[in-house]
């Protein structure tokens, strides 16, 4: 490849090679930070309007978005506006490993702030800064990802969050979501509820238009809990043609008195010649 570069003196953005050349990140996911980062303030970056701008649909700008957001390019935060709406405002992040590292300390914004005197409009996203860092009181730090969970149940319940984009990659979840979602698998593995059960369950039957994977999985955790299983009962169970060990069943016979096929451990009659007439009316020998 050769580059043939021209000098731009203006109308130019600068992307950094942690963006562009990401071994992680998709390609979609790529294109829209790069269009995010180049965008002026106020604009909007919701699924909808990203959608309108490029014919990727909405579920791989989606995908892209909940990309971006898992690595930290993104940060999407519910505000109420000067009307009284609910917005989505999106803090876009050019260097967020310089961010990690240096905590409390912000870089120069990508785009400053929605003036004034643009009204909020409800159900939209828009390009905002990064808010300067404000001295809060100290509290505890969330428990990362990596740690050893408290309980059995949490070493099942992390991995098995973590690997749903295996059926469906709509099901990517940022650490935070897994965290939050984590004890409210527990009571299904408490329930007897086994990985593969629980598995099909949270990823069978997805919408076509999956804004919020986190959401529709909370929403399903919350009201599909099954009930836990009832206790076994004591003793061996006696079934027709089954051995009450829990072993074989046992082998076909053909019944001496109607030539029918039934399960015993010895030839004989079957239950219905021993128990009463034929069918025809005859008697049946004891």
Same mark, same amino acid.
């Given at each position: ?10 109308? /130019? ?12 990140? &998709?390609?979609?996911?790529?294109? =829209?930070?790069?269009?995010?980062? #180049? ?9 909808? &309007?990203? !959608? ?15 990309? $971006?957001?898992?690595?930290? /390019?993104?940060?999407? =935060? ?12 999106? /803090?876009? /992040? ?15 914004? =990508?785009?400053?702030?929605? %003036?004034?005197?643009?009204? &909020?409009?409800? #159900?939209?996203? &828009?390009?905002? %800064? =990064?808010? +300067?860092?404000? +001295? !809060?009181?100290? #509290? ?18 992390? %991995?098995? *969050? ?20 984590? +004890? ?27 804004? #919020? ?10 009201? $599909?809990?099954? *009930? ?7 003793? +061996?169970?006696? $079934? ?10 046992? %082998?076909?016979?053909?019944?001496? @008195? ?17 128990? @009463?007439?034929?069918?025809? @009316?005859? !008697?049946?020998?004891?």
């Amino acid at each position: 490849m050769t580059h043939i570069r021209q000098y731009q003196p203006d109308r /130019y953005t600068i992307i950094g090679n942690h963006l562009a050349q990401h071994r992680e990140l &998709s390609l979609t996911a790529i294109g =829209v930070g790069t269009h995010i980062l #180049s965008l002026p303030e106020g604009a909007s970056v919701d699924i909808r &309007s990203l !959608a309108a701008r490029f014919p990727e649909g909405r579920d791989r700008i989606a995908f892209a978005l909940r990309e $971006l957001v898992a690595h930290g /390019y993104l940060e999407r =935060v519910r505000e109420r506006g000067a009307s009284g709406h609910v917005i989505t405002r999106t /803090y876009a /992040y050019n260097d967020p490993a310089a961010e990690r590292a240096r905590p409390g300390v912000a870089d120069e914004p =990508v785009a400053t702030s929605v %003036p004034a005197s643009v009204p &909020s409009v409800p #159900s939209s996203e &828009s390009v905002a %800064p =990064v808010p +300067p860092s404000v +001295p !809060a009181e100290p #509290s505890a730090a969330p428990e990362p990802l990596g740690e050893p969970p408290r309980t059995p149940h949490h070493r099942t319940a992390v %991995p098995l *969050l973590a690997g749903l984009r295996r059926t469906d990659d709509r099901l990517t979840l940022a650490e935070r979501d897994i965290r939050r979602l984590a +004890p409210d698998l527990v009571p299904w593995l408490e329930n007897g509820a086994g990985p593969t059960a629980i598995h099909r369950t949270l990823t069978a039957r997805l919408p076509d238009v999956l804004e #919020s994977p986190a959401g529709l999985l909370a929403h399903r955790l919350r009201d $599909l809990l099954p *009930l836990p299983l009832p206790p076994l009962p004591e003793g +061996p169970v006696a $079934l027709y043609g089954r051995d009450p060990g829990g072993g074989r069943p046992d %082998p076909f016979q053909t019944c001496d @008195g109607c030539d029918r096929a039934f399960r015993a451990r010895e030839p004989g009659r079957c239950r219905d010649c021993r128990s @009463g007439p034929t069918e025809a @009316g005859g !008697a049946v020998a004891a």
